[in-house]
Each structure stands twice: as C-alpha cells, then as structure tokens.
C-alpha cells in the first residue's frame, strides 16, 4: 500500500485512497496466543457485497 492507493482486500483491485473508501480493522482474538491485528482497505461496492447482512453487535 502506498499513501495514494491501496489494494482492495475484496476483488484486488486498486483502492484511490482520495476516493470514497472502506476502512477494516480485524482482530483476531487468540485465548492462548498473541493476537493478530489486520488493516484492510475496501472499494464501498466490494464492502456493501461483504458486508450485506451482517448485524451490528449488541
């Protein structure tokens, strides 16, 4: 990733990063490892086509 496009975590595209553009911040949460953090960036299409049907946490 360079600091005017990134690549789309979805269809690997090139993400314009001056553009309108999803953000993601995975973690996974290990019980007897260290956790792993991820930075994805999104194209907003590719992340409505993910996204779509997900509810928010409670």
């Not at 269809?11 to 314009?16: F, H, L, Q």
């Not at 553009?21 to 999104?42: C, F, G, S």
């Amino acid at each position: 990733m360079n600091t005017e496009s990134a690549t789309c975590g979805v269809c690997g595209r090139s993400v314009p990063l001056d553009q309108d553009h999803v953000k993601v911040d995975a973690e996974t949460v290990r019980t007897r490892d260290r956790n792993e953090a991820d930075d994805y960036v999104l194209h907003p299409r590719c992340a409505d086509a993910v996204f779509e049907g997900w509810r928010c946490p409670a």
